[in-house]
């Protein structure tokens, strides 16, 4: 087997032609054929799929690996791009603070590595958030943006029980107290059980500490003043039963973006992305295909 070539760009260490043995991970249902693993200093980058790129940013827990049902999706007319985020393969180095901008600096660096042209940038939940930093800091290098669960600020009762709970009780992995609360993702009750479990299973990937600090960075994230530096077409997809990020808010953040489009997805909670992964997907592609129509 010949070994891959390894480069070096923008000091990040990469083997653009690895093959990972995604399949060991059963419930990805994601082949050697299907996708690429590349690895960076501190993050797992998947590529899979053909055609304009489409860069997917992970949420609060569950990593790239959450996301590949809607990736499966987008790739039939995309390169899709999963980008983890640092920590998702361990806990963090907690003697540097890592805010939402960080994230977005790093996955920058990522797109500049992999030599991506104005690809389209999705982010879910926390990963919405990291995504909103992108498009304000490095918005003429986007094509587009899409967030989904994600409001220009954030709080509710919700997420602080949620912060309570991790800052107070070291929990085992697989608590089914904690599994019910991960099934409020839903917005109901879990559509199947394989699903409700898929989503359980991917979380407790996550470290403790990792979520507990993801929760603080959002506890002080506000890009409300800042929404205005958006120049870029915005897609903001919600659903009308997420508990964690209220309706209301996603709403008004689309309205505070020059040339976005608000989107609301019948049923769907706050892992609409999940549950409701087509009609998310179409209205991805769709939203996308038309933007394109309009530069052309």
């Known amino acids: 087997m010949t070994k891959p070539e390894t480069g070096r760009i923008n000091n990040m260490k990469f083997a653009p032609g690895r093959r990972n043995r995604l399949g060991l991970i059963p419930d990805l249902g994601l082949t050697e054929l299907e996708a690429r693993l590349v690895r960076t200093g501190s993050v797992e980058v998947v590529r899979l799929g053909q055609g304009e790129p489409i860069v997917l940013v992970p949420g609060l827990a569950g990593g790239w690996r959450l996301l590949v049902p809607l990736a499966r999706r987008l790739a039939r007319r995309h390169e899709v ?43 879910v939940s926390f990963g919405g958030a990291v995504a909103l930093e992108l498009a304000i800091e490095r918005g003429g290098q986007l094509g587009g943006l899409v967030v989904s669960g994600t409001a220009a600020r954030y709080g509710g009762l919700i997420a602080t029980l949620a912060r309570g709970v991790l800052e107070r009780y070291p929990l085992p992995s697989d608590n089914r107290f904690v599994n019910q609360f991960f099934n409020l993702l839903h917005g109901g009750r879990p559509a199947s059980e394989r699903l409700a479990r898929f989503v359980v299973e991917r979380c407790w990937e996550t470290d403790q500490g990792v979520m507990l600090d993801r929760l603080r ?36 953040l689309a309205s505070s973006i020059g040339l976005a489009r608000y989107a609301e997805i019948e049923g769907a909670g706050h892992i609409g992305f999940l549950t409701h992964r087509a009609e998310v997907a179409n209205q991805v592609m769709r939203f996308v295909r038309a933007r394109g129509a309009v530069r052309h």
Do not use: C, K, Y
């Open 81 to 123: 791009v999963m980008v983890g985020l640092r920590g998702d393969r361990g806990p963090l180095d907690m003697s540097g603070r890592i805010d939402a901008r960080d994230h977005a600096s790093e996955i920058a660096r990522v797109m500049d590595s992999l030599r991506l042209e104005r690809p389209w940038v999705l982010g």
């Open 217 to 252: 960075v959002l506890d002080s994230f506000d890009a409300t003043n800042r929404l205005w530096q958006i120049q870029t077409p915005t897609l903001v997809v919600s659903g009308p039963r997420d508990v964690f990020v209220n309706p209301d808010d996603q709403r008004a």
